[in-house]
């Protein structure tokens, strides 16, 4: 669901570029999947399975925290 939501903001955030927004949109998320692969694979090689839960913990708890002090209500 959250993709959905965030391409339908990008789409009305410039609704002139909708080509140049869709390619940058998915640009974005194979990035994010190739380096959390990395990420998860380097930790899993070098801590074991257990860590790299851990790990995904920790970034999962660090971005909310972030995400809520950055944008109070």
Do not use: C, N, Y
Not at 28 to 52: K, P
């Amino acid at each position: 669901m959250l993709p959905i939501a965030i391409q339908s903001w990008i789409f009305k955030a410039a609704p002139d570029r909708l080509e140049v927004v869709a390619a940058l949109f998915v640009a974005t998320g194979q990035l994010a999947m190739g380096v959390g692969a990395l990420i998860g694979g380097v930790v899993v090689d070098h801590f074991g399975v257990q860590m790299a839960i851990g790990v995904g913990v920790a970034g999962t708890l660090g971005a909310t925290l972030w995400i809520v002090a950055r944008f109070p209500r």
